[in-house]
Structures are given as structure tokens and as C-alpha cells.
């Protein structure tokens, strides 16, 4: 709507003008009676009309052609890319799902609290239920002028305890936080006690046995270098490459 202005107002003052000078013509045909008819009074259009329609129609077809190519720059349209962390103890991953409660139907409803408008939130990978994210990237455009930083503080006050926004920042339209993304790192955690620790139960996984460190150390290297996932995939995954390169995989004690 904004893309709108430059247009809307030459005309609305080109408009008024013309009406005067319509009006003025319609008075000139009126009779004044007797004999004596008044002439009709022409109307002639200023070289600055010309200019004014031309500048008009180029800009018209500017916008059709520049919004085809470059999406809605005219618009002054804005991609934010946040940095988000949640705590998916409650959560049942992060994609929308119908029968259960998702961290992305969860940041949308803030978002449009915020926005205004139910904004489609592009996450930069999928996760399973219960997963936590420290470093989560996700992003959507919208036309409003919101500062980042204002982002960060109205999505915060709207969004529930277990997520948060850390970070926002504009990115290029074309930015998808999924297919422009370089690496992901995962960290697996292990509580090795006999003894359940009530804190560490929605972050740590409990096994009770003797690990032995230099043969998981040993066991990680086999991973490192390009695999096909395919096998630790579901049956019903729709995922076409589930080739990955792993470049680091290192087991310590804490």
C-alpha cells in the first residue's frame, strides 16, 4: 500500500485541478438568453499534463515489472531473520502439527499478536519431540517498520517462558533459513548415574552403566566424513536427500 502514495497523490491533485477548469467549460455553456449565446470555452491540457500522465504510466508499468523480478521491493517489504531458543520438553518438535502442540504454531501465534497477520514462519531445520534449541533460526517478511529491536522485546513479552527470542536482524529476500543453511551442530547429553538427577530430566539422557570414554571416542571417528542417513529415517519421512557430511564428532566427560 505504501508503493501506492507516489501515485495516489498526483492524481488526487491533478484531479481537482481539472475539475475547476471542467467546471469552468460546463458555466460557459450555459445561455445567458436573447440572442445573444455564450461560446463554449476550450479546454487545453498544459505541456506539465503531459509530463505528469507520462510519469505516471511509467511508474505504473515500473511496478509491475520490478515487483516481477525482485518480489515486493516496492512494497517495502522486510525479511527478518531471528535467533530463538526454546526449551521442547512441552513440545512436540518444532513443525505445525494438527493433533499436538508445535514451537512453530506457538511463535506464529505471537507473531501475528504482534504483526497483526498470520505471517508464515520459515524454521531453518525440523526437530523431534522434546529436542531443545540454543541456536534456532527462523524467519518471516512483513511490511510493518517494527525496529529489531522492538522485534525482540514484543515477541518476548507475548511468547510463553520455554522461548525466546535472542537476536533479529534484516536479511535479503531471497534469505530462507533452511536452504541457506551452511551447518548445524547437535549436542547429545548423557547423565551417567546410578542415581536419577530431578534436574537434569528434561536435558539429559540417564545411563546408569560405566562408560568407557576412549572407545566412544573412538567409535565417533567412523561417523566423520559423507554418509546416506537414509536408514535412521522413518517410513513415512518425505526428506528426497538424506546424504550428509559430518565434519566433527567429539565425545567428552563434563
Known amino acids: 500500500a505504501k508503493g501506492l502514495v507516489p501515485i495516489l497523490i498526483p492524481l488526487f491533485i491533478s484531479s481537482f485541478r481539472r475539475a475547476n477548469e471542467?467546471?469552468?467549460?460546463?458555466?460557459?455553456?450555459?445561455?445567458?438568453?436573447?440572442?445573444?449565446?455564450?461560446?463554449?470555452?476550450?479546454?487545453?491540457?498544459?505541456?506539465?499534463?503531459?509530463?505528469a500522465l507520462a510519469a505516471v504510466v511509467l511508474y505504473i508499468a515500473g511496478i509491475f515489472v520490478v515487483n516481477h523480478f525482485l518480489g515486493s521491493v516496492l512494497f517495502f517489504m522486510?525479511?527478518?531473520?531471528?535467533?530463538?531458543?526454546?526449551d521442547g520438553a512441552d513440545y512436540h518438535g518444532w513443525q505445525v502439527q494438527k493433533n499436538a502442540v508445535t514451537v512453530q504454531e506457538v511463535f506464529q501465534n505471537a507473531v501475528e499478536k504482534v504483526f497483526g497477520a498470520r505471517l508464515p514462519?520459515?524454521?531453518?531445520?525440523?526437530?523431534?519431540?522434546?529436542?531443545h534449541a540454543n541456536c534456532y533460526f527462523v524467519s518471516f517478511q512483513t511490511e510493518l517498520s517494527i525496529a529489531c529491536d522492538g522485534v525482540v522485546r514484543a515477541l518476548n513479552t507475548v511468547l510463553p517462558k520455554d522461548i525466546a527470542v535472542l537476536d533479529c536482524r534484516e536479511v535479503p529476500l531471497d534469505f530462507h533459513p533452511r536452504y541457506c543453511c551452511r551447518e548445524k551442530e547437535y549436542v547429545y547429553k548423557l547423565y551417567n548415574g546410578a542415581i536419577?538427577?530431578?534436574?537434569?530430566?528434561?536435558?539429559?539422557?540417564?545411563?546408569?552403566?560405566?562408560?568407557?570414554?576412549?572407545?566412544?571416542?573412538?567409535?565417533?571417528?567412523?561417523?566423520?566424513?559423507?554418509h546416506d542417513f537414509r536408514g535412521f529415517c522413518s517410513a513415512r519421512s518425505d526428506v528426497e536427500d538424506t546424504v550428509r557430511t559430518i565434519t566433527a564428532f567429539t565425545v567428552e566427560r563434563q
Open 78 to 86: 522486510r525479511n527478518l531473520l531471528l535467533n530463538i531458543g526454546y
Open 196 to 226: 536419577r538427577d530431578p534436574f537434569l530430566l528434561r536435558y539429559a539422557y540417564q545411563y546408569r552403566y560405566p562408560i568407557r570414554l576412549e572407545r566412544m571416542q573412538q567409535g565417533a571417528k567412523a561417523f566423520l566424513g559423507t
Open 121 to 131: 514462519v520459515k524454521g531453518c531445520s525440523r526437530t523431534d519431540s522434546g529436542v
Open 22 to 51: 471542467l467546471a469552468d467549460a460546463m458555466e460557459c455553456r450555459c445561455y445567458r438568453g436573447g440572442a445573444g449565446r455564450t461560446k463554449m470555452k476550450e479546454m487545453h491540457l498544459h505541456t506539465g499534463d503531459f509530463f
